[in-house]
């Protein structure tokens, strides 16, 4: 379990060496993730202003607007950082309406990845998580022989660098890494959803990094205000208490908060900062 030291500040992605703490572009695009942000500009700051304390992995796909976060990220840091990794993931497509449609056939896969590579402005994609849908936020059991294949094959052909992959059982990782590396799996996990306990140790033993999404959400009004009485006597914020939590968890946990705001943004990274005692780590775990 978690110790109360000072976690360690980076982590080996695909060769790379990234801060823990990166950033989710998601919330850039309009409400529901579709459509242009209200405010462009701010968005484009917000990007910037995440380079600039330290953020060199962004997570991305070119569903998310479609297409709004990745020419945003093109518009405010093309040409990019020499050490900026950027995840993007294939696997759904979105509707008129908004909706989100499964997209994981081969063609849409191949389709997805030239999508990525043109917004992005691009010659090859640094890292694309094939996402299971699943149970919308949770894994189900199924084969993904066929979109591997696809994407193992576009990584031959240069247009992909590393594979990842999103909403996936420890079963689907085995069955994926027999036919091409595996470097990250981003599944739901947080201080009170823990149902992939087994599957991040699993994943820090091969030396391949455990990306949470949703790192808080679900909690029930008691969690809460546990949460914010701890927060509270380490001078924190909830938000902060939470991330620090999950850097503590495991050594491979790369973190992706998402935010349009500024001062959210700002908050997220110093959640770095938070050196959790064995006690405190202890009544958070007891939060489960």
């Given at each position: 379990m978690p110790q109360s030291n000072r976690p360690t500040s980076t982590y080996q992605l695909a060769g790379r060496t990234v801060n823990r703490i990166g950033y989710g572009a998601m919330q850039l695009a309009g409400p529901g993730v579709f459509g242009p942000p209200r405010d462009r500009d701010a968005a484009i700051a917000v990007l910037r202003e995440a380079v600039s304390l330290g953020v060199n992995h962004i997570d991305t796909s070119d569903y998310y607007g479609p297409h709004v976060t990745n020419q945003l990220i093109r518009e405010a840091l093309h040409p990019y950082p020499d050490d900026l990794v950027i995840v993007t993931k294939l696997g759904a497509r979105r509707g008129d309406d908004a909706s989100?449609?499964?997209?994981?056939?081969?063609?849409d896969i191949r389709r997805g990845?030239?999508?990525?590579?043109?917004?992005?402005?691009v010659d090859a994609l640094d890292i694309v998580n094939l996402r299971s849908m699943g149970d919308i936020h949770a894994p189900a059991e199924g084969s993904l022989e066929k979109q591997m294949t696809e994407?193992?094959?576009?990584?031959?052909?240069?247009l992909v660098r590393h594979i990842g992959l999103s909403n996936v059982t420890s079963a689907q990782v085995a069955e994926a890494q027999r036919i091409a590396p595996i470097v990250c799996v981003q599944n739901q996990y947080n201080l009170v959803q823990r149902a992939d306990d087994a599957l991040v140790d699993e994943l820090a033993a091969k030396g391949i990094a455990y990306v949470p999404f949703f790192p808080l959400g679900g909690f029930t009004p008691i969690q809460s205000t546990v949460l914010s009485d701890i927060a509270g006597t380490i001078g924190a914020?909830?938000?902060?208490?939470?991330?620090?939590?999950?850097?503590h968890r495991a050594p491979n946990v790369l973190l992706i908060p998402g935010t349009s705001s500024l001062r959210h943004l700002r908050e997220n990274m110093l959640a770095a900062e938070c050196v959790l005692t064995n006690a405190l780590l202890t009544e958070l775990n007891a939060m489960d």
């Open positions: 989100w449609i499964p997209a994981l056939e081969p063609e990845v030239h999508d990525n590579l043109r917004n992005l402005g994407l193992a094959e576009l990584q031959r052909q240069g914020t909830p938000m902060q208490v939470a991330l620090a939590w999950l850097l």
